[in-house]
């Protein structure tokens, strides 16, 4: 059973930074594509980045392009969201999500099997 866990969420003001973690445990990393999604309240699950099992392929929604970047330690089995000149907009829970290859590097919800219980980004203006 694969079990991702959220960490990294919190407070920062407008124009500050934040580095989300992903930890995969229950299955070898390498065998994951893996994706960042964002909801806010009242709002639809967000596709903000994702990336394939090498690395070698890598997304960013156009909200984030140029603030966010996704990364991965395979030999961590952690996934990485580094969010830079975060805004007000950006404030929302955060889900890492998983999916066994084959996969596709997509920033759409149904692509995705495996969820995180998400952590909390909070930004104040």
């Known amino acids: 059973q694969v079990h991702l866990v959220e960490s990294g969420g919190g407070s920062v003001q407008d124009g500050g930074s934040l580095r989300l973690s992903c930890r995969l445990s229950?299955?070898?990393?390498?065998?994951?594509?893996m994706g960042w999604f964002r909801q806010a309240p009242g709002k639809e699950r967000e596709g903000v980045a994702a990336?394939?099992?090498?690395?070698?392929?890598?997304r960013h929604g156009d909200s984030v392009k140029g603030r966010f970047t996704i990364s991965q330690d395979s030999a961590k089995n952690t996934l990485y969201l580094q969010m830079n000149s975060l805004k007000p907009g950006d404030s929302a829970m955060y889900y890492c999500?998983?999916?066994?290859?084959?996969?596709?590097?997509?920033?759409?919800?149904?692509?995705?099997?495996?969820w995180g219980q998400g952590t909390q980004v909070t930004v104040s203006s």
């Open positions: 999500a998983a999916e066994r290859t084959p996969c596709a590097v997509t920033m759409m919800p149904t692509g995705y099997k495996q």
């Open positions: 229950g299955d070898s990393y390498g065998n994951y594509c």
């Open positions: 990336i394939n099992p090498s690395g070698t392929n890598a």
